[in-house]
């Protein structure tokens, strides 16, 4: 569950980090196009969120617990967060602040996948 | 070809936002948060196991809340910026010597052992680059306080 789940956020953050990269080189501004994307992430997130929070017993290592729990918190932050800066940021790097967002949700939520899995 | 827009803001009100800085907000806002959640648990839960390498990763968290704050508000938060950018520089650059001299009093990790090295030494180059940032943000305001008569809204 949780793998595929986060290949699935992994799919989609790179897909929301390239699309920003593109609006970027055509200074478009963010559209609704794009809080599509940002939104299903956000929605993936938070259902990895869940799932992650049920099976948190699965990891036994306390000191990888906590930075496992602290990733998974976090994430879903970061899609709004950066979708409201871009939105208040009325030039070409708003674009920046999707893509750079999307970049670090994609390596975080692999570092949980890896953590995931050296429990397996 | 798209028609210009207007400059996003005035240089006038020291916001640090606006242009490149707004990447800034965003990896400090990540790392901050992060950094922030993690510290929470490690005190809460295994204190004991590595205190100076949790009150150093707690310090951490904090400094990156801080100039998260200060680099998205910009105004009289940029002086406050810049201490806390340098905070974070000395604090990677002597944890990171420590962690590597003496191992034996890190017996977990902190965000700044090893120069940051679990985090792509992210940590290392950050204070960098906010401090340049925060320097281009106060040298723009001094020169447009010279420039402008007109009373400026903060």
């Known amino acids: ?120 | 070809m798209p028609e210009p827009r207007p400059t996003p803001s005035s240089p006038a009100d020291r916001r640090a936002l606006g242009g490149p800085g707004v990447l800034l907000v965003v990896v400090y806002g990540v790392l901050a948060l992060a950094a922030t959640g993690r510290s929470v648990l490690q005190i809460g839960e295994y204190f004991s196991r590595a205190p100076l390498a949790y009150v150093l990763s707690a310090v951490a968290a904090v400094v990156y809340v801080l100039a998260t704050w200060c680099l998205a508000r910009g105004g009289p938060w940029v002086r406050v910026g810049i201490v806390a950018c340098a905070v974070e520089l000395v604090g990677v650059v002597v944890v990171g010597l420590a962690s590597l001299l003496v191992p034996s009093a890190f017996p977990d990790k902190t965000v700044w052992s090893h120069f940051g090295q679990g985090y792509g030494f992210v940590p290392l180059v950050l204070p960098v680059l906010g401090l340049l940032w925060f320097r281009r943000v106060e040298r723009a305001a001094a020169g447009a306080t010279v420039e402008t008569t007109a009373p400026t809204a903060d």
Do not use: N
């Not at chain 1, 953050?13 to 609006?23: F, I």
């Not at chain 1, 809080?35 to 929605?43: C, R, S, Y």
């Open chain 1, 1 to 120: 569950m949780i793998a595929w789940l986060t290949y699935v956020v992994v799919g989609l953050s790179v897909l929301l980090c390239l699309a920003a990269v593109w609006y970027a080189v055509r200074d478009r501004l963010i559209d609704d196009r794009l809080l599509v994307v940002a939104g299903l992430l956000e929605l993936a997130l938070v259902v990895l969120l869940v799932t992650g929070l049920v099976g948190l017993g699965h990891i036994t290592d306390s000191a990888e617990r906590a930075t496992f729990v602290a990733y998974l918190v976090s994430l879903p932050v970061i899609p709004p967060g950066t979708a409201f800066l871009a939105i208040k940021e009325k030039s070409r790097w708003a674009m920046g602040s999707i893509a750079v967002g999307a970049f670090a949700v994609g390596v975080m939520s692999a570092r949980l996948l890896q953590i995931w899995m050296s429990y397996a």
